[in-house]
């Protein structure tokens, strides 16, 4: 006979504060707004787009060229990276000469900052535990 343990997921009592409990439910996001965020989340997601991001915190601006010697690779996948940053609402861009210079959003920053903590260093301060 197979045993197992009981889920410490379930709750057996009822212990809801509802006024509390209607009050949190009426600030969480829709489910198109949570889909929004999450997307915006996967896009830091990957270590090179993570990275883009960081320098970008860093530099303020930048362009493509400048950006591929900065974060160590090519300007074609920098580029790339770059399209699915702007996809996600992460960094806009702008046309200056033959250059595109690239910068973070406010929602780009802040969820750059978030990544790294709210210890008020910048990411290459950051260490592994």
Not at 22 to 35: D, F, H, N, V, Y
Not at 100 to 129: I, K, N
């Amino acid at each position: 006979m197979l045993m197992t343990e009981p889920s410490i997921d379930r709750c057996e009592l009822l212990c809801l504060d509802l006024p509390h409990a209607e009050r949190i439910r009426a600030l969480l996001p829709s489910l198109a707004e949570a889909e929004v965020l999450a997307a915006a989340a996967r896009a830091l997601s990957d270590p090179t787009r993570l990275t883009i991001a960081s320098a970008l915190l860093e530099g303020d601006e930048l362009c493509v060229c400048d950006m591929a010697w900065v974060v160590g690779q090519s300007q074609n996948l920098v580029s790339h990276h770059l399209r699915q940053l702007k996809v996600a609402g992460l960094v806009t861009s702008r046309r200056q000469a033959r250059m595109v210079m690239y910068q973070l959003t406010d929602r780009g920053r802040s969820l750059t900052e978030a990544v790294f903590g709210h210890t008020g260093r910048r990411p290459a301060e950051v260490r592994h535990v």
